[in-house]
């Protein structure tokens, strides 16, 4: 996993990269993977006091660029006026949040922003099981539904940003849960993250036991083929990498390879399509949107390209 360091010119550079969750910030200082200086982690309370110990874990680095990769829905166009805010969350006390103002306060510094799975996205290529593909999509199956695509070595995304868990799925016959997404009810998400087998198994899916974890080896092997199917006509991608809590079900990889195969039914024969690694697990676990917050601040440091 050695890389060269990052440099401008002859000089070395040092970024820090800060990945926005709604239950925990991971804070780093650093190059990439092997070359990390400084590291927190901070729970997620309200904005004020938690974006100040963002700023106190920073005080002390001097930095070249800031890279924030934050749980959304977030405003990632550098012209619109609510430009690095957090919009309209179900994260209580997070709406219209400035994200950016509260993590840099006085500090001035390139700084980059992106949603959290488009971080963890652009780490997983630099360091982890994407790295040297050009097109690939990495999605995260937890407490909600998330995903980041590349594609031809650029983020998509265009009015917003890409919302791959409020894509409908089709229903498994034998499941009654209406959903639990707020918004769209039996959407990927509302089927599919962890919420949802909360619901149906009435309790959490770490405390299920062997029954219960069979049934939701099932249903999210169903969703997740499912989900990606669309994804796979949509974007195209050379890999696929699943992270989260839900996705690290024993056996649910496999699971989900056997029911994609299914869902795309030989169409459109690519032989890809058919290898173990075509859906994989993220290579840099836990840390992929703190690295990848890395790699932002790298490109904004750089500046757009030409």
Same mark, same amino acid.
């Given at each position: 996993?050695?890389?060269?360091?990052?440099?401008?010119?002859?000089?070395?550079?040092?970024?820090?990269?800060?990945?926005?969750?709604?239950?925990?910030?991971?804070?780093?200082?650093?190059?990439?993977?092997?070359?990390?200086?400084?590291?927190?982690?901070?729970?997620?309370?309200?904005?004020?006091?938690?974006?100040?110990?963002?700023?106190?874990?920073?005080?002390?680095?001097?930095?070249?660029?800031?890279?924030?990769?934050?749980?959304?829905?977030?405003?990632?166009?550098?012209?619109?006026?609510?430009?690095?805010?957090?919009?309209?969350?179900?994260?209580?006390?997070?709406?219209?949040?400035?994200?950016?103002?509260?993590?840099?306060?006085?500090?001035?510094?390139?700084?980059?922003?992106?949603?959290?799975?488009?971080?963890?996205?652009?780490?997983?290529?630099?360091?982890?099981?994407?790295?040297?593909?050009?097109?690939?999509?990495?999605?995260?199956?937890?407490?909600?539904?998330?995903?980041?695509?590349?594609?031809?070595?650029?983020?998509?995304?265009?009015?917003?940003?890409?919302?791959?868990?409020?894509?409908?799925?089709?229903?498994?016959?034998?499941?009654?849960?209406?959903?639990?997404?707020?918004?769209?009810?039996?959407?990927?998400?509302? #089927?599919?993250?962890?919420? +949802?087998?909360?619901?149906? !198994?009435?309790?959490? %899916? &770490? =405390? $299920?036991?062997?029954?219960?974890? *069979?049934?939701?080896?099932?249903?999210?092997?169903?969703?997740?083929?499912?989900?990606?199917?669309?994804?796979?006509?949509?974007?195209?991608?050379?890999?696929?990498?699943?992270?989260?809590?839900?996705?690290?079900?024993?056996?649910?990889?496999?699971?989900?390879?056997?029911? #994609?195969?299914?869902?795309? +039914?030989?169409?459109?024969? !690519?032989?890809?399509? %058919? &290898? =173990? $690694?075509?859906?994989?697990?993220? *290579?840099?676990?836990?840390?992929?949107?703190?690295?990848?917050?890395?790699?932002?601040?790298?490109?904004?440091?750089?500046?757009?390209?030409?």
């Amino acid at each position: 996993m050695q890389t060269p360091e990052p440099t401008v010119g002859t000089l070395r550079v040092v970024f820090a990269g800060i990945e926005l969750g709604g239950t925990k910030i991971i804070c780093l200082v650093g190059t990439g993977p092997d070359g990390v200086v400084d590291e927190r982690r901070i729970e997620t309370r309200d904005p004020e006091t938690t974006l100040a110990d963002v700023r106190a874990f920073l005080e002390p680095h001097d930095v070249d660029a800031v890279g924030i990769a934050s749980f959304g829905p977030v405003e990632l166009r550098p012209g619109h006026a609510s430009y690095g805010h957090i919009t309209r969350t179900t994260k209580p006390g997070w709406s219209q949040t400035d994200v950016i103002r509260g993590v840099l306060g006085d500090r001035r510094v390139p700084v980059g922003f992106e949603t959290d799975v488009n971080g963890a996205a652009l780490g997983e290529g630099r360091w982890g099981a994407a790295a040297g593909l050009r097109s690939f999509l990495y999605l995260t199956v937890g407490t909600g539904i998330g995903g980041g695509a590349v594609s031809n070595g650029q983020l998509v995304g265009g009015l917003g940003h890409t919302e791959l868990g409020h894509v409908p799925v089709p229903r498994h016959p034998d499941d009654a849960l209406p959903g639990v997404c707020p918004f769209h009810g039996d959407c990927f998400e509302g #089927l599919a993250s962890g919420p +949802a087998f909360q619901a149906r !198994l009435g309790r959490r %899916l &770490e =405390d $299920a036991d062997e029954e219960q974890r *069979a049934l939701a080896l099932e249903l999210a092997a169903w969703y997740i083929g499912a989900g990606l199917r669309g994804f796979v006509y949509s974007f195209a991608p050379e890999r696929i990498v699943l992270g989260g809590g839900v996705a690290s079900l024993p056996g649910l990889l496999d699971a989900v390879l056997v029911r #994609l195969r299914d869902e795309l +039914a030989g169409y459109p024969g !690519l032989p890809e399509h %058919l &290898e =173990d $690694a075509f859906v994989c697990a993220p *290579a840099l676990g836990g840390r992929a949107g703190s690295l990848g917050a890395l790699v932002i601040a790298e490109a904004a440091l750089r500046g757009p390209r030409d």
